[in-house]
């Protein structure tokens, strides 16, 4: 049922002749959190302008819970509920004026405004600083006002773009339980994008965006199952000479990534215990764990995932 979805099909944007989204296609149902992983400059920021409706695509049909982005725009913004990644609260008002200013925007007034205003100020647990102004908040105190009021209209569909750009560990892991109970409760569709691996592992399904091409979709455990058993990376001075010699002699395929050289392999330890013995000079520190969307990213694009201005060089 197209009502309970978000269905983006076949959608491309070019900025003259950059190609910033290349035939995405993919859903999301309702009550998911859904994540677009991928470095700077892969096409997260377009896609979220084209769904918010600020800008149309190049070409491709977005369906925003059975309403066409293009047809039924003002339907649609009804419907959603946006964050941007620049922080857009008045920084010189209160939590209340502030959230106060947006429902004013959205016609609420009087009893009802202020009702909704003290739910959600309770919700986000930010009730004992509605009385502060913004720019007194933390920064993970301000992501959370900025949500609030980005729920304040009861949309059915959160937008985010890069929500914990700038946040320390903790507090991204604060907001995304934020997230994951409002999906859960309320059912709503949390669509955000991300270029935070951690940020990404606690969302439902991950679509990996490279260069504008969606590379690959599911859970984070199928995405990290495509890679089998453990990744080894090593450092050392000459990692390019190494990673030839370590392919001529082992069944595996260094990549090399960031100053070091990055190996899939079954078995870690014995893997370790072998390639130190057979190369102990050229080898500076070895790091072995679990696969992360990290080695996923790279797997899947043959590139580290680093930002746009290391790429195009
Ligand atoms: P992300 O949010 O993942 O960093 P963006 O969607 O901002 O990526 O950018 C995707 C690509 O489009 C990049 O190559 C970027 O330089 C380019 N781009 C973004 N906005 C514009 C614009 N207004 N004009 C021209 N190129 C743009
Ligand atoms: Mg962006």
Do not use: W
Not at 108 to 126: A, H, T, V
Not at 255 to 276: G, K, M, P, Q, W
């Amino acid at each position: 049922m197209s009502e309970n979805r978000i269905t983006v099909e076949n959608l491309t944007h070019n900025y003259g002749t950059r190609c910033a989204l290349d035939n995405v296609s993919f859903t999301v149902p309702r009550g998911e959190i859904f994540c677009l992983l991928g470095p700077n400059g892969s096409g997260k920021t377009t896609l979220f302008k084209i769904l918010s409706t600020l800008m149309p695509p190049t070409s491709g049909s977005v369906n925003i819970l059975g309403h066409d982005l293009s047809i039924d725009t003002k339907a649609v913004r009804k419907l959603l509920g946006v964050v941007f990644q620049h922080p857009g609260l008045d920084v010189k008002l209160t939590v209340t004026e502030n959230l106060r200013h947006h429902g004013h925007l959205y016609g609420f007034r009087g009893k009802n405004l202020n009702s909704r205003i003290s739910e959600l100020l309770e919700r986000f647990d930010i009730e004992n600083r509605s009385d502060d102004l913004v720019e007194e908040l933390s920064g993970g105190l301000q992501r959370r006002v900025e949500i609030a009021r980005a729920m304040l209209h009861s949309p059915q569909v959160l937008l985010l773009d890069e929500p914990s750009s700038g946040l320390d560990v903790g507090v991204r892991r604060q907001l995304s339980d934020y997230l994951i109970s409002l999906a859960r409760s309320e059912n709503i569709l949390v669509l955000l994008t991300t270029h935070l691996m951690d940020e990404a592992e606690l969302c439902n399904r991950v679509g990996i965006l490279d260069m504008g091409k969606l590379v690959v979709l599911g859970t984070p455990g199928e995405l990290k199952a495509q890679i089998g058993g453990d990744v080894v990376l090593i450092e050392s001075e000459n990692c390019k000479t190494l990673g030839t010699a370590i392919a001529d002699r082992f069944d595996v395929f260094p990549v090399f990534t960031e100053n070091c050289l990055r190996i899939e392999c079954e078995s870690a330890h014995e893997f370790v215990r072998d390639v130190v013995a057979a190369f102990p000079d050229d080898i500076e520190t070895v790091r072995f764990g679990k696969p992360t969307l990290e080695d996923v990213f790279i797997k899947l694009t043959g590139n580290p995932f680093v930002l746009e201005e290391d790429r195009r060089d």
